[in-house]
Nanobody
Framework: VQLQASGGGLVQPGGSLRLSCQAF????????IGWFRQAPGKEREGVSC???????YYLDSVKGRFIASRDSAQNTVYLQMNGLQPEDTAVYYC???????????????????WGQGTQVTVSS
């Protein structure tokens, strides 16, 4: 079981990036994929979750700017990030849990497998 995150980079405020999290070694459709981020000196926080039942969950501060989607044929979940701001700067991680997250979508302990992080830097 492996997750591979990619797509980070340096972008100016107001810009966009699309992160990808590709899964290997498990039946993708039964799993929920979460996105977390950790900024320097801050705790890791849940940003979004693409649930196995088709629902998506978002951190309040990214609602309306970030969009999570999944491509089951490619075993990949995407996080389209628009309107990026300096406060979005962080290392972004994807993680997976079996089944639906329900109210635990933002809790790290609910996820069993983690990918490596990808750096997102928003700066002028």
């Amino acid at each position: 079981v492996q997750l591979q995150a990619s797509g980070g980079g340096l972008v100016q405020p107001g810009g966009s990036l699309r992160l990808s999290c590709q899964a290997f070694g498990f039946t993708f459709r039964y799993y929920s994929i979460g996105w977390f981020r950790q900024a320097p000196g801050k705790e890791r926080e849940g940003v979004s979750c693409s649930s196995s039942d088709g629902r998506t969950y978002y951190l309040d501060s990214v609602k309306g700017r970030f969009i999570a989607s999944r491509d089951s044929a490619q075993n990949t979940v995407y996080l389209q990030m628009n309107g990026l701001q300096p406060e979005d700067t962080a290392v972004y991680y994807c993680a997976t849990m079996y089944g639906e997250p329900h109210s635990n979508w933002y809790r790290q302990y609910a996820y069993s497998r983690w990918g490596q992080g990808t750096q997102v830097t928003v700066s002028s």
